[in-house]
């Protein structure tokens, strides 16, 4: 069974940074793409971001120029989301979400996209 498990979530002030990771367990896909979407009270899921096996990412555009996803193939995947400049708007939480495509799709931003989803992780920007 596909786990996905999210670490690295935390507290900062505007303009802080922190380093989220997702690690894959379970897996038997050759290939697929891992993406971070975003939630906060009230509003729905929105994709943060998204990578491919081969390092092509994919970034919505409030987050370009901020957050910087990268992905370890090895044994134990690891997808780390860099978020820099972080805004009080940023808080929520972080979740990961995989599905095996050999790339990622135009669709990206679409939840319905995933089969798989780790627990999330929270980030909380004070102003």
């Known amino acids: 069974q596909v786990g996905l498990t999210e670490s690295g979530g935390g507290s900062v002030e505007n303009g802080g940074s922190l380093r989220l990771s997702c690690r894959t367990s379970?897996?038997?896909?050759?290939?697929?793409?891992m993406a971070w979407f975003r939630q906060s009270p009230g509003n729905e899921r929105e994709g943060v971001a998204s990578?491919?096996?081969?390092?092509?990412?994919?970034y919505d555009d409030f987050v370009k120029g901020r957050f910087t996803l990268s992905r370890n193939n090895g044994v134990v995947t690891v997808s780390t989301l860099q978020t820099r400049g972080l805004k009080p708007e940023d808080t929520g939480m972080y979740y990961c979400?995989?599905?095996?495509?050999?790339?990622?799709?135009?669709?990206?931003?679409?939840?319905?996209?995933?089969?798989?989803w780790g627990q999330g992780t929270p980030v909380t920007v004070s102003s």
């Open positions: 979400a995989m599905v095996p495509l050999t790339s990622c799709s135009a669709s990206w931003r679409d939840t319905r996209e995933y089969n798989f």
């Open positions: 379970g897996y038997r896909y050759r290939r697929y793409c």
């Open positions: 990578i491919d096996n081969d390092g092509n990412a994919n």
